[in-house]
Structure formats: C-alpha cells, structure tokens
C-alpha cells in the first residue's frame, strides 16, 4: 500500500528556475511532513520540514507548501542550482511511522 | 563529527550465500533502522529497534535477520541471498522522542548478487 505518492518521477530545469515536486498522503494521522535530499552514493538526509498547522515554511531557496483539505504538499526550489541535482524524496509521519514517498531525480541544466 | 557509518559500501555476494552487513552509530541514539532501496524507488523499512527491542515490519522475508549487540552497532544479515535482494541497503538512526521525527542516514551498502 503506497501511503505516500511522489510526482513528477524526474524533472529537468534550467538554472535558475523553479523545481517543484508534488507529494500527496492519504492516511489523516500524519502529522510531519519533511523532505529529504539523496546525492548519488550517499544517503537520504533532511533538508526542510513541515507541520499540518501551518500552509508553508520557507528555509532560503527551498519552501514547503502544505494542503491539509487536500492532503498534499510540495517542494518548490527557487532559482535552481545545478548543485541542487539529486534525488528528493518526501515523507509523512505520525511520529511512530516514517513513510517515503517514490522520489524525485531532479536534473538542472547549467 | 557524529554520524552513521555503514561497511563496506559495496558488497558482492554470491546467490545463496549468506552476507552481513554493519552499522554503527556515534550519535547515541536508542532507535536503529534498516532499509530497502532498489533503483528509482522509496526507501522500504525492513525492521527496526527501540533499545534492544527488535520490531519487524510484517512484509520483511524471513530470509532478512538483524542483531544489535549494543547500543553503537546494528548488523543486516540476509541468510540465503536471491537476485531479488541487489540492492542500496540504508542504516538510520534515530532518538526514541524524535522517532518518526529525523532520522540521520547513513551513506549505505550496495549489495550485488552473482
């Protein structure tokens, strides 16, 4: 049972544009919404998270926007950076439970 | 600096033929995990431990063990490797209050099967 799902599964963006990456949930008992960044041969690490009693959390160039009606979320990555190309995964906890969504390969071209 | 370090980083393994993997862990932290990830996909929670206490999540083969000696190291030991098991194997770590919060991930064990 996919309790998280992730879109796009790959994005392209030139530098200095906007990446954004959707994710929705379906179980109402989450209640931490983090993403995390992947680099090729290492592991996944945090990069922002959210709670559902706000609608957005911004942390530089990175922002969450949240949905609880919906119960979607998304990554936006302002002016992106070929630096930024990796793998980003989005996340739903109910503080017991951690649950991945499928990923996304995000590719920016200089 | 504390972290988490998984050996080796590659393993190659032969079908059928029993291969561990190892975490340890200087962040102190009472939660350990252990995951799945094969290619393009999500990360899938194998087990689990809170102290000692071992949690298997009900979908894991029995093929896939796990030990915690002590607080520091976690071991992934898969008893009859199938082609089927090739793949990125994560440790993480986390603090029992903070569980479900962040886990801190270690950089993982590609494991390849002949």
């Known amino acids: 049972q996919q309790q998280v799902k992730q879109s796009p599964q790959s994005l392209i963006v030139q530098k200095g544009g906007i990446s954004i990456i959707n994710c929705a949930y379906e179980?109402?008992?989450?209640?931490?919404f983090p993403w995390y960044q992947q680099f090729p041969g290492k592991g996944p690490a945090l990069l922002i998270a959210?709670?559902?009693?706000?609608s957005e959390k911004k942390e530089g160039r990175f922002t969450i926007s949240f949905n609880k009606s919906a119960k979607q979320f998304s990554l936006h990555i302002m002016d992106s950076q070929p630096g930024d190309s990796a793998t980003y995964f989005c996340a739903a906890s109910d503080r017991n439970d951690m649950r991945f969504g499928a990923g996304t390969r995000l590719t920016v071209k200089p | 600096d504390a972290m988490v370090i998984q050996n080796p980083r590659y393993q190659v393994t032969q079908f059928g033929k029993p291969v561990t993997l190892s975490c340890s862990q200087t962040?102190?932290?009472?939660?350990m995990y252990w995951y799945q990830q094969k290619s393009s996909q999500a990360p899938k929670l194998l087990f689990h431990?809170?102290?000692?206490?071992?949690?298997n999540e009900a979908d894991t083969p029995d093929n896939f063990q796990s030990r915690r000696p002590n607080t520091s190291f976690c071991f992934l030991d898969i008893r009859s490797p199938g082609l089927g098991d090739a793949a990125m194997y994560l440790c993480?770590?986390?603090?029992?209050?903070?569980?479900?919060?962040?886990?801190?991930f270690g950089d993982g064990t590609r494991l390849s099967i002949l």
């Open positions: 959210i709670r559902p009693d706000v």
């Open positions: 431990y809170y102290d000692k206490d071992f949690n």
């Open positions: 179980n109402t008992a989450f209640d931490y």
């Open positions: 962040l102190n932290h009472n939660v």
């Open positions: 993480a770590t986390s603090t029992f209050r903070d569980r479900g919060l962040t886990q801190h």
